[in-house]
């Protein structure tokens, strides 16, 4: 079975990282794409302000601005073959030219355009205006929605993974202008912010889900574990008193002992003593279970804890120099509570004290005011419990184990049982221990008037 569960878990938590592997590259591929797309299309707006800016500084053919555009090509020239007219001293040109007109339609009139300005460019080779140019792409970024700020500069060498542009009219043979854009990777993670938090919440999902899972397989079996426990301490400990009231009742019947007043006197003693401790563990596991399943509830009148904490101190048979020291600092000393449960409570705390105590004993109870409601604490110096335990302490039928044996018989019910009661009374209670110097439990009530 322990093999299966590991095995589970292994597969799950493989299964976990490469979700988080597949999500973090998928991300990061996006982001690679944007950038290169980002790269393209900067590029292409370069281009595309590069040209809007030839066409500013240049002056445009007059027929491309008529309502019917138009270009006039020269062909070529014809000579002049009339030798009667060649001869003629009026005759000034030896030829004629041949020219052809094209008219420009409106869907390649900025082709035209384009290309006339960048021939015009290239003709008079006027030097770059880089503010000018700037201004340009800065207006055209602005309409493809981009919002980064670029930088141009001029270069003589062109990458394939740059922002840059090659330009023909330029004094130098060969100019690049390269636009360097600022911030732009925080640009593309803004974009990408959304469905990377979305990855990022399905892993925590992902991987919260195999931790919950986790933890309620472990619970699980350490609850089965703690069952088992649990019946074979519930075993030994009706199978002791069993015991003890077979002898009993055997040395009654075959002993004689009937026919003896005081050792009928001393078995019968003995036998109600344990009939008595088998009534009380019951009980308790009957009220476990009514607290449990909200069965039972509190009855809350007005307790001296004074009053109530002696007496449950009178029970314990403790002589010198072992002590129980009671500190109430409430007022009158008096608290609006259920009486049965504070007296559960603090007993069941004090016989673990004195149960988990070495040498001297010293437990002190102490009352205080909070704010909206009241406080008791119980400290003891016995030898502490580890902190691996402390979170499991309250949980019904754990015991804390030393070297794999129970140094103290029990049920495993005492602390759970408290839990109970102190949410019952609409309270908390939390642990704080050290090995060999002691454990304090701090229990808050607040008030709540029925």
């Excluded at 006339?116 to 800065?138: A, C, E, H, T, V």
């Excluded at 110096?381 to 030393?402: A, T, W």
């Amino acid at each position: 079975m322990r093999k299966r569960l590991k095995l589970t878990f292994f597969m799950a938590i493989v299964t976990v990282l490469l979700i988080m592997l597949f999500q973090v590259y998928w991300v990061y591929n996006n982001f690679k794409v944007s950038e290169r797309n980002f790269i393209t299309s900067s590029k292409y707006i370069l281009q595309r302000s590069i040209s809007l800016y030839q066409l500013q500084q240049s002056e445009l053919p007059t027929s491309l601005k008529y309502k019917d555009p138009s270009l006039t090509f020269f062909l070529r020239t014809i000579p002049n073959r009339d030798s009667i007219a060649f001869d003629t001293p009026a005759v000034v040109k030896p030829f004629h030219a041949e020219f052809l007109t094209v008219k420009i339609d409106e869907y390649n009139i900025d082709e035209a355009s384009v290309l006339m300005g960048r021939l015009i460019s290239q003709q008079f080779r006027r030097p770059l205006n880089l503010d000018s140019l700037s201004l340009i792409y800065k207006q055209e970024l602005r309409k493809e929605n981009i919002d980064v700020t670029f930088r141009l500069i001029i270069s003589d060498s062109l990458s394939e993974n740059e922002i840059a542009v090659p330009i023909k009219f330029h004094r130098s043979p060969v100019v690049v202008v390269r636009a360097i854009p600022e911030n732009s990777s925080l640009m593309l993670w803004r974009q990408h912010i959304l469905p990377a938090g979305i990855s990022f919440m399905l892993i925590l999902l992902s991987a919260g889900s195999l931790f919950v899972m986790g933890r309620m397989i472990i619970r699980q079996m350490r609850l089965n574990n703690f069952k088992d426990d649990f019946i074979n301490n519930i075993t030994h400990e009706l199978r002791t008193p069993l015991t003890i009231l077979k002898s009993s009742l055997d040395s009654l019947k075959s002993f004689g002992a009937s026919s003896d007043p005081g050792r009928l006197d001393r078995y019968l003693n003995i036998n109600l003593s344990i009939l008595d401790k088998l009534d009380k563990d019951i009980d308790r596991l009957l009220e476990v279970s009514k607290y449990e399943h909200g069965i039972m509830h509190a009855q809350r009148t007005i307790v001296n804890l004074t009053d109530l904490s002696v007496e449950i101190c009178d029970r314990f048979d403790l002589h010198a120099p072992n002590i129980i020291s009671i500190h109430n600092s409430l007022n009158n000393e008096v608290a609006y509570t259920d009486p049965f449960i504070i007296d559960t409570i603090l007993s069941s705390l004090m016989d673990n004290a004195i149960k988990y105590s070495h040498g001297t004993i010293r437990i002190d109870v102490t009352f205080l005011h909070i704010a909206n409601g009241w406080q008791l604490q119980v400290q003891d110096n016995g030898k502490g419990i580890e902190q691996f335990h402390l979170p499991f302490i309250f949980d019904k039928f754990y015991r804390v184990q030393s070297k794999n044996v129970h140094e103290v018989k029990g049920y495993g019910l005492g602390l759970s049982y408290v839990k109970l009661l102190v949410t019952a009374l609409n309270g908390n209670i939390s642990v704080r221990s050290e090995i060999n110097k002691g454990t304090i439990f701090t229990i808050q009530f607040h008030d709540k008037k029925d």
